[in-house]
């Protein structure tokens, strides 16, 4: 069926470290991909997007990458707060507007 | 802009019971509404596509019977668990497309707790 993966369920990294979150997709349809952030309680927060015919997009402190080829997304976060302590969702889009989200990764910043 | 909120944030019902959530877009018109389901320390599973003015499309494995929606305007989807049973405990939430920038905005989510 139609997944998106993550097979590192927590990542703990440093204050000030760049961390690093992982995600396959299934679909080499999808055209969309977006990662969440979603802290304890609350709603997915969006934080970057990417589409299918780009491969690289920066935002303030992130970068998300994507490789067709092998059907990977990648979040790069740059000097790691405590604060970006959360939950990670990578999501494709399939169809119209439908997202099918990944397992999440678990962020731990320490001080 | 582009903020979605949801009503209540928890809940907690009976074993039988009903319970109606609504998921409001305030600040634009939201074509399309989308319900999920996240159980703790998952991820959210996509319940069901809401269009105002029209049925909504249920996802594989989602009784359309026992989760009833409806989206009576353009800014206000209703999600009703009927005869709820604490399999049914779960994180609901819901986004909205219409508004600017990226497509989906996510409402804060109700957590439903069934005794």
């Known amino acids: 069926g139609e997944s998106v993966g993550l097979h590192l369920p927590t990542l703990s990294v440093q204050e000030g470290d760049n961390s690093i979150i992982n995600c396959a997709y299934s679909?080499?349809?999808?055209?969309?991909f977006i990662w969440y952030k979603q802290e304890s309680g609350k709603g997915p927060q969006f934080i970057i997007d990417?589409?299918?015919?780009?491969d690289k997009r920066q935002g303030q402190r992130v970068t998300v990458l994507l490789n067709k080829t092998v059907k990977h997304l990648s979040l790069q976060i740059a000097a790691t707060q405590p604060g970006d302590s959360a939950v990670y969702f990578c999501?494709?889009?399939?169809?119209?507007?439908?997202?099918?989200f990944g397992t999440g990764t678990r962020l731990l910043v320490s001080p | 802009g582009a903020v979605v909120s949801q009503h209540p944030s928890w809940v907690i019902c009976k074993s039988g019971t009903s319970v109606k959530i609504e998921c409001r877009s305030l600040?634009?018109?939201?074509?399309?509404m989308f319900w999920y389901r996240q159980f703790p320390k998952q991820s959210l599973m996509l319940m069901a596509t809401?269009?105002?003015?029209?049925?909504?499309?249920?996802e594989q494995g989602v009784e359309k019977d026992k989760f009833l929606i409806n989206h009576a305007s353009l800014t206000l989807s209703t999600l009703t668990v009927t005869s709820a049973h604490p399999e049914d405990s779960s994180f609901y939430i819901c986004?909205?497309?219409?508004?600017?920038?990226?497509?989906?905005?996510f409402g804060p989510g109700t957590r439903l707790t069934v005794t």
């Open positions: 679909n080499s349809a999808s055209d969309y």
């Open positions: 990417i589409r299918s015919n780009m």
């Open positions: 600040d634009f018109q939201a074509t399309t």
């Open positions: 999501a494709e889009r399939l169809g119209f507007q439908k997202l099918v």
């Open positions: 809401s269009n105002e003015g029209s049925k909504a499309t249920y």
């Open positions: 986004s909205a497309n219409g508004g600017p920038g990226h497509e989906q905005y």
